[in-house]
């Protein structure tokens, strides 16, 4: 099966917390491909990255860093599929890094997440919303997950 | 037509500023809705117009709000479509708007985009790539937006 | 005894803390209800909640929330009952949670204190004042309260 | 008639943003006195002011200040009546102001509001909110504030 | 031996820290009194003191405080001698401890110094410096002090 | 008459704030020197004025800087003197100006006022009540000065 | 004559501060190539221009930009020369343009310059002070512009 | 061998951060010279270094400080060599070491690298990249390095 999702992040330190996302995919059925792709140490590996992944059918871009957090930005102004920036945690306690991933300049938008292991999470939650719009058993399965939320905070009170 | 995007505001002062990402739709033919709907002063407004908007065909809710900037995450709890936050500019300079827009928890996401102007656009931007995935002739737009967004470039150094 | 304080939290992480809380109130005798809310995960159920306690003699609503923290001005829009919003240590020290608790729009305020535990703490002592506008026996308490604070503290140079 | 609410603040200059919370005090037929008494430059005029106020039937304290902001928390220090800190704008924005008024020690809680114009306005709603509490007319009002509000919004979108 | 620095704090929890600078004036054989002292729990003992202070030749005030960090203002408010604030480490990193000790507005200076120990250190030696001013020994054993610290780097380097 | 404060500045437009201070030196009989010396652009003279004016009876140096403002720590390096940093207003709202002047390393104090034309006047106080501590005429006219800021608070309440 | 810098932007918004840089550069002799390249619109002729320039005999690039200021690290990604940063004031004050071109991974360095127009200057100084290192004649210039700048801070003071 | 590069730190604590960067050097077969120089605790030793180290070959220093981090700066100041900052991490993250260290006035620049370890090794490379510049052997290995960054992440990916 083709990956729908890739998710890249920018050095092998962030693997733990961007597999969250991977997770999470892979219990709503989607299939993923996990890279680490440097735009800083590898910039041509990112450039052919993304050429292939968009014939290959990929249809939307996760991508994880942390400091000067160029990844998401560098592999949105090379497509025009949607890119979900995830902010690593830093130094700086992950301002450098989504300041980095936010502030992108018009026409090359970067949908920013929450810093870390949230945010890796909810880029995939994110990218099943963007997915399930033309795919109505996601859309189902993503309305049960609402339920399930509520259920569980219903459960945390009894 | 009905609106395929929603573009709400939590204040009228936001007006201005959110058109810009309505210029950018109605140029990519793309129809939506521009409402004031402020999550703190009209909470039962929201709660209908999201539930009104999924059922008329609303496919991504492009939310701007400022200072402690509640109504993406808000529209977000309430629904499993793609919602956009823009963070608008405040006495802070817009960095209460955005923590408060960005930090979502687990499980439900919203795509932030920079602050003020630039992301308003943004917005636009990022829904046209997300309603882009299943329509073919988006994409083509979208396409020949990049390539004039090099060109410009290009113009300006000659 | 019909809770005169809810304490709601939007994390059952958030629980150790915000029972410090709830000690306090029982040290001054007030009644109080704790629960888990979340106001992303869980929205009608905070809207239940609201609803019932203003009918149930509910007097002042403490919301302890962290990151993009909605859930005491997610309160506030639904009820004229003052709420006490207690910003939760974050990743981010604490400065999102607390930005997007008190930076409220003009009619819909909520009452921050400090970050964390400190807060949790003042939570109740401000609701503890609230409700001693109309309990002599309250303000009585109060009073003994801060002279055994002055006490304390001049033992401690002993 | 004696001043239920006093609104203090600590230069002469916050007065413009001050008067802004003591007008809705006035719409909701709730007396105020509106004084500037500096926690730095006058230090026993606040204690005297302290001490009669609460003789006098003061109920709450609106305090504004900017920089070091130590009125609110001077006043706390000398009081078991509510105190609701108003962060005023500085030279950092408001962010040595509110920091300042929010993160007081435990047991001296200050009750503190949106930075600015927006928060003397809501330093007054609260203050309502409190005092409706034993003043069913007054809640009466703030019924029909909410309703207005929302109203508002809807006339908005017309 | 009457003391000549008043070293205060605004809790119990700052002593090690505050110590520090006790240490250095012992070093310097400079008399001082150490005492807890919080602005907020114990408004009348800081009046009190500071009143007998002067009285009784204290020369100096150094005001350890953290959070919303009172302490060496409400003394600075009450005295014409010099006082030095030292910012205590916070959940915010120190940050909310030095702009509401730094920030002090025009007529009552506050000599603030680094954040936590660094700062309880530096307060001893900016007093001393103070009292160098008329005690030309101890001019002399800060000019040896000079010339240690810099004998002390050179001896890092061999 | 040798000047007893020497008022330095890293830059010629930080004169007209500087020059705050000079003026209240001045209403309290307290000759100084103002100079514009660049610890980066001229650090030569920075370090022959230092050395002369300790020679020639300067009790105190006031530093103003801005952005990395290292014109007091570089000062303080050199002197037993103590020296006040006066961190000036920058694109950054002055926050590099104080933490450059603030975060001194233990054993070189810089005593840290307020930002911009607050922190020039309060050097001028700070500077005086030093003086004061060795000359009673000062300690009065200060208790007066003291006693003026009470005077104009309670006219502005009239 | 060959540029021997590379003065690029992001923006042809920051061609007035970037230009201050070019000046200095001229007045030291030294050509340079001015060119609006973003890093985001315009991937493919960065890529070009960076190929270009290295073969063409450029020998320092300077970059400035804003925001997600991504153009310095795309350039040093793909270039062995150094490249120098220069973040551009933005809504944020800058902070997102320095934290985004300062902090770069291992291998990849920036070397980053202060904010704004002194920081387009100053890329140039630090630019000169490289090439100076194999040309003695740009030395001796560069001594002199040490001598002036400390004669002007001595005639300020005349 | 006379060293090419100095590494200077303003604290001991701080060697075996800056020791990353000495090896680097080392592994590209630069000399350098390693030392403590404390501009606050030792600044003539610093003047004496600095003149010496231009004397006898230095053409690169590379200056690591933390807090009001003015190394670099004080470095400079008296030097028209290429002087490289790495900002430390500090008990603010880091904050005050870098804008103390970027935020230089117009004609005295600093490079400034990324905070702490990663800053430290970055300094290194950076350097190399300026002696590269007229050193073809140098560009060599820092064109293999670069392949080599390449590769070890293709290498993670397998």
Known sequence: MKPVVAILMGSDSDRTMMEEGAKILEQFGISCDVKVLSAHRSPK???????????????????????????AGVVAAQTILPVIGVP???????????V?????????PVATVAIGKTGAKNAAYLAIEILALSDSKL??????????????????NK
């Open 45 to 71: 590996l990112v450039t052919e990255y993304v050429a292939n992944a968009e014939k290959n059918g990929t249809k939307v871009f996760i991508c994880g860093a942390g400091g000067a957090a160029h990844l």
């Open 88 to 98: 690593m945690e830093s130094a700086l306690g992950g301002v450098d890094s989504f």
């Open 100 to 108: 980095s991933t936010l502030q992108m300049p018009a026409g090359v």
């Open 139 to 156: 859309r189902e399965k993503l309305r049960e997950h609402k339920v399930e939320m509520e259920k569980a905070v219903r459960e945390k």
